[in-house]
């Protein structure tokens, strides 16, 4: 085999290696976790809320979730936070776990209701009609 057809094949190789390793990365994105709300602090309203307890499968599943697609959340264990119980109360929810995404209440696990939220929250504002110096 020639010089430069070995070059080229080493070439070729390594580009099939970055690309393997670009698509598995943007397939995985990398795992998020939650942070706890602060107590002394509302969260911004563009924040990902959830009421949760420590014990509770759906939680952990909403937890999963959220990690899996790299969702950045707050969350307040009602047992433990004040203000986690209150906003629970305030929910109206009995159960666990109460999400807010931009202003929608979520109330258990529902992966297609966060995947429907989730969607519009990444879609670009609406045009308004209002032209721009770009138009013209």
């Known amino acids: ?29 990398a795992p998020s976790k939650a942070i706890y709300c602060a107590e002394d602090a509302a969260p911004p309203a563009t924040t990902v809320v959830m009421l949760s307890t420590s014990w509770c499968p759906y939680c952990a599943r909403t937890r999963q979730f959220f990690a899996r697609h790299a969702v950045v959340w707050c969350e307040y264990d009602i047992e433990r936070s004040r203000v986690g119980a209150a906003r629970h109360r305030a929910s109206g929810v ?4 109460v999400t807010f995404i931009d202003g929608n209440q979520i109330a258990g696990y529902d992966s297609d209701e966060f995947k429907r939220v989730l969607k519009q929250r990444d879609r670009p504002p609406r045009a308004t009609g209002v032209p721009t110096a770009a138009s013209y």
Request: charged share 10%; proline share 6%; hydrophobic share 65%.
């Open 1 to 29: 085999m020639s010089r430069a057809l070995r070059s080229r094949n080493l070439w070729l190789l390594a580009a099939v290696f970055i690309a393997m390793a670009v698509l598995f990365r943007s397939a995985n994105p």
């Open 94 to 97: 009995v159960g666990v776990p």
